[in-house]
């Protein structure tokens, strides 16, 4: 089985990395050149639509897309989310040789703030930010696509090169412990886990949904997260009052059921892996 990889920044490495030693990989980039031995390097961007229809004519069965806007704006998530699905959507209904499966990054940043409450695949999508409302619009174009699909929501990412939040509890930033606003979080290693889990399901036919929220097992309150990574680094916490505006709990009850199973479960196991590989 062919598997492009678009995008394959660090995510999209983590998961040819998992796929590589039994299927052939490629990773389609602007600038490949430093991708692992192991990945075949396609230079390319995928708001060019001739590009990508050049490179779709190869033939792959599986599309898998990993997008990182240059910067935190409207105008970034624009170009690379929206505008990017507009091309992914162009080619592949041009292409001669359509992917067998879509998979395409999202996050759940589109269900908006839900104070406090669960969310899981049939909760309202209701964005407040405009990365939110721009990823749920390119959500919407993949989902139109013709050929499967799935859309995999993740909470947010932490990880190898992935510190702020250490960082932030390195320099004593607390959180109150009222209002509750709740943490919801995933490895890096299990966010190309999963991808390469979904991949191997769809290729052993098991039946898969169209949309999976990925995240860990175990939602925190920022509140007992800071005081237990503080715990951890022997550190003093002053607690910051800071507006949060999307609190709501994160199930990954749909994953769970696929068969998956973390790396890292929890908070505690991730954190602790990047804990143990601080300098001295």
């Known amino acids: 089985m062919k598997i492009l990889l678009a995008g394959c920044g660090d995510i999209g490495c983590r998961t040819g990395l998992r796929l590589a030693p039994q299927f052939e990989c490629f990773g389609l980039k ?32 599986v599309l898998v897309v990993t997008l990182t806007p240059g910067e935190f704006t409207p105008e970034a998530y624009q170009k690379s989310y929206v505008d990017g699905a507009a091309t992914i959507a162009s080619a592949i209904n041009n292409a001669e040789h359509k992917p067998r499966l879509v998979i395409w990054v999202s996050s759940t ?11 899981d695949e049939q909760s309202v999508t209701a964005p407040l930010s405009f990365s939110g409302k721009l990823l749920l619009q390119a ?5 139109a696509l013709p050929c499967a699909s799935i859309i995999v929501r993740f909470s947010g990412i932490y ?16 959180r109150p412990a009222q209002p509750e606003q709740w943490s919801n979080r995933i490895h890096s290693d299990d966010c190309a886990g999963v991808l390469a ?3 191997r399901c769809f290729e052993n036919g098991d039946k898969l949904d169209s949309l999976y929220v990925a995240t860990d097992c175990a939602p925190v309150t920022q509140h007992d997260l800071r005081l237990w990574l503080a715990a951890q680094l022997n550190v003093d916490l002053q607690d910051e009052i ?7 709990r994160c199930s990954n009850q749909r994953l769970l059921e ?9 908070y505690k196991e991730g954190y602790q892996s990047l804990i143990d590989a601080l300098p001295e």
Do not use: C
């Open 139 to 143: 959500e919407e174009q993949i989902a």
């Open 109 to 119: 940043s589109v269900y908006g703030d839900r104070q406090g409450a669960w969310v």
């Open 30 to 61: 602007r600038n490949p050149q430093n991708l692992p031995d192991s990945i075949n390097p396609i230079a390319g961007s995928l708001t060019d639509l001739n590009r990508l229809q050049e490179v779709l004519a190869e033939g792959f069965d």
């Open 258 to 266: 696929t068969g998956y199973e973390f790396i890292y479960p929890g």
């Open 159 to 174: 990880g190898p090169g992935r510190t702020r939040m250490l960082g932030q509890i390195l320099a004593g930033k607390g």
């Open 197 to 199: 889990h979904l991949i």
């Open 242 to 248: 800071v507006e949060q505006k999307a609190i709501r």
